[in-house]
């Protein structure tokens, strides 16, 4: 489970760092962020969702870890919904900058949902059983 | 709670604001030192570059005009999102032609359409191309009179303008409205 969502979050980090740029645009598209911390947010979170990753596969700092991804997620998850509750058809940058053709919000919502559960059993796991 | 989970809990809070604080840190040191690096503070409100807006400006259309066509019926709105958010909501009388089923549903929608026929087309959000690329589609298949309302749906709403939800009309129903 560790390995799984570690390895998802390094995965969707790598094309925010290597392209910041476009990583900003998925955000501001968003609407949710002001525009002055648009770039803030792009060139800091995809290294906080890198270090989350690394640290959950190698098992370093692992309570903190734990509580920011469900962190992280739920955020997400409510970034996904409350857009497409005002109708926004917005593209998810999830694991990809690419904003042509079909947003496929339905299938993120169903994704981020799938790691909530997976983050969820591992907050119960590290932090309220202690059990690592 | 249990005195081992609330020290749990503390240690958790510590390790949170320490990795956040270590990803900023080197979120900012390697943006300081790419060469192509980003200002933290920049204007994103006329949206970001893409090979999508060398479209020509000619084919945008303002707010005020398609308004004015819509409620004079003198243009067909066609809404270029997904089925789904089309069925959330769209303008009234918009019939849906989302980018990934042109080919498949072009001849279908636009059946009872002459190429001469004012057309308008529309998405949302500032990454959104499709109603751009559903036009040039739409100019390549010999339509005459296309146009793009930026931001479409957002702006349509924000001004209260007549709206409609639920699944597309029978393009053949030829008392469609628009």
Same mark, same amino acid.
């Given at each position: 489970m560790r390995l799984l969502l570690g390895g998802v979050f390094v995965w969707a980090s790598l094309y925010k760092i290597l392209d910041p740029s476009a990583f900003a645009g998925v955000i501001a598209n968003y609407q949710l962020v002001p525009d002055a911390l648009v770039n803030g947010f792009a060139v800091t979170l995809p290294w906080l969702e890198l270090v989350l990753g690394c640290f959950l596969i190698f098992g370093v700092w692992l309570p903190g870890a734990v509580v920011l991804i469900n962190l992280l997620l739920l955020v997400f998850l409510g970034a996904l919904m409350f857009n497409v509750a005002r109708g926004l058809d917005i593209h =998810? %940058? =999830?694991? $990809?900058?690419? $904003?042509? %053709?079909?947003?496929k919000t339905t299938s993120y919502l169903i994704h981020d949902a799938a790691l909530i559960t997976v983050a969820a059993y591992l907050l119960f796991k590290v932090v309220i059983r202690n059990n690592t | 709670m249990k005195k081992g989970q609330k020290r749990n809990w503390r240690v958790a809070v510590w390790q949170s604001g320490a990795i956040v604080s270590l990803a900023v840190i080197i979120g900012l040191l390697t943006n300081h030192w790419r060469p192509d690096k980003l200002p933290l503070v920049a204007d994103h409100a006329t949206g970001n570059p893409s090979s999508v807006d060398a479209i020509d400006d000619g084919l945008r259309i303002s707010l005020e005009e398609a308004q004015s066509l819509f409620f004079a019926q003198a243009a067909l709105f066609l809404d270029t999102r997904s089925r789904e958010f089309f069925e959330l909501g769209h303008i009234q009388g918009a019939r849906s032609l989302p980018l990934e089923d042109f080919e498949e549903r072009f001849g279908e929608v636009l059946r009872d359409i002459g190429p001469d026929m004012f057309i308008i087309t529309y998405c949302d959000g500032n990454s959104c191309h499709s109603s751009e690329l559903v036009a040039l589609e739409l100019l390549e298949k010999g339509c005459m009179n296309v146009h793009v309302l930026d931001e479409g749906w957002t702006l349509w709403q924000q001004h209260q303008l007549p709206t409609a939800a639920g699944p597309p009309l029978d393009p053949n129903d030829h008392t469609t409205a628009y």
């Open positions: =998810c %940058g =999830c694991f $990809t900058s690419d $904003t042509i %053709g079909n947003p | -």
